[in-house]
């Protein structure tokens, strides 16, 4: 059974530490404190590997929950520190100075979620997308099919015919 | 220049060239915008529309025609997961070589391109990029369900539906994927058409010039490319 190891649970407020798998678990945290325990959990507990950073759009409760996923070799176990960012105007403190790989996932959550790191590198140039021009496309109130209904033409598609009504049609129109 | 003949509407008049590029009075030649370059690369670019070459008829064009099938250099551009069949092709179980297809590395030095599946909005601009350099005649083979009608991606923000709205296509393979023997077989068609003489892409491309183009500057919103790129 894990614990929240007490150098961090008397420095931060975080949550339970919920365990998924035997190799797997969260632990919540708020969003200002994130920089200095990701760097705490990399320099004195292991977590030294940065498996990605990702977002999940909670619009129900109007917040985007961001993920770092960490994963320390020596015990073969990951660590997801998740804090909550508000939808409106979302801006997170860049982590690009822990692990030098975070501005790629940043510059993607900028695009694809509209969320801003202030200072992360070429965090405003395009990533996947080029010349974007609606509200970001993973946030959820996106409407992906009328986008693509607006925006791409498509070819008619076959007309089929109920049988019977068609032969209806056909041979005793009176009675339609 | 003054042979080129708008045979269709514009799809969408807000996004047509600017009025500049429309035929002047008789003797002036038709001139590009360009309005996606900066000031001082616009002279790097031509500004010529292109020229409709053809269609030719008689026995030399047959001839040319006959050639032509037999020597089809296919642009190495993976445009999508359908390249991964074209692969197999080289092999020596299907042998692609023996109906003198073969992979060339440039546009300039290709003749057909193969639009390998889904086609996103950003390798569009690429696609469109290299159709324009290919040297006619030109022939376009359009695989997989996602060309056609944009197959399991028809309501993808990042995915076009008809690849056919922004450049001329001449021979569907549908599937998905389409196996290497589907391919084959829609090279062979590919052959047949150009035979007979109707793959004239490349013709149809100049003389809709403007309804093409409108296409694609629709859903291309970072243009920064010439609007014709010979």
């Not at chain 2, 670019?45 to 020597?71: H, M, V």
Request: glycine share 8%; proline share 7%.
């Amino acid at each position: 059974m894990r614990t929240i190891p007490a150098d961090i649970a008397e420095r931060f407020e975080v949550g339970p530490l919920v365990s998924k798998r035997a190799d797997l678990s969260t632990l919540d945290v708020d969003a200002k404190d994130v920089p200095e325990l990701l760097a705490r959990l990399r320099d004195r507990h292991g977590y030294r590997h940065l498996s990605f950073v990702t977002a999940t759009d909670q619009i129900e409760e109007g917040v985007f929950v961001l993920t770092y996923m960490l994963h320390n070799h020596a015990d073969n176990h990951s660590l997801g520190v998740k804090c909550r960012v508000g939808r409106e105007n979302a801006v997170m403190e860049s982590c690009h100075l822990l692990w030098e790989q975070m501005w790629t996932y940043q510059r993607e959550l900028k695009e694809l979620f509209g969320i801003d790191f202030p200072g992360s590198p070429r965090v405003d140039e395009s990533f996947v997308l080029e010349g974007w021009i609606d509200i970001p496309p993973m946030r959820r109130e996106f409407d992906t099919r009328e986008y693509s209904e607006r925006t791409f033409p498509t070819r008619p598609g076959r007309s089929t015919k109920d049988p019977a009504t068609h032969m209806k049609e056909k041979l005793y129109p009176e009675a339609l | 220049m003054s042979d080129i003949k708008f045979t269709r509407a514009l799809a969408d008049p807000d996004h047509a060239l600017k009025p500049a590029g429309r035929p002047g009075p008789l003797g002036k030649p038709l001139v590009l915008a360009n309005d996606g370059l900066p000031e001082e690369e616009k002279a790097w670019f031509c500004d010529a529309y292109p020229t409709a070459s053809g269609p030719y008829k008689g026995i030399l064009e047959n001839f040319l025609n006959w050639a032509r099938s037999k020597s089809l250099w296919i642009l190495g551009f993976g445009t999508g997961c359908g390249a991964i069949e074209l692969r197999p092709l080289m092999t020596s179980r299907f042998d692609m070589y023996r109906f003198g297809i073969q992979p060339r590395p440039t546009p300039r030095q290709s003749s057909v391109f193969v639009i390998g599946g889904y086609a996103s909005v950003k390798t569009l601009k690429r696609i469109v990029r290299s159709y324009e350099q290919m040297m006619g005649p030109k022939f376009v083979v359009a695989l997989g369900s996602c060309t056609i009608n944009g197959g399991m991606y028809w309501d993808s923000y990042n995915t076009i539906n008809a690849i056919e709205h922004y450049i001329p296509v001449d021979v569907y393979i549908a599937g998905c994927m389409p196996r290497p023997e589907a391919l084959l077989a829609g090279f062979k068609e590919l052959q047949r058409k150009i035979r007979r003489g109707e793959c004239e892409g490349a013709v149809k491309y100049a003389e809709n010039f403007e309804w093409y183009k409108a296409n694609q500057k629709k859903v291309i919103h970072d243009w920064n490319m010439p609007d014709y790129n010979y």
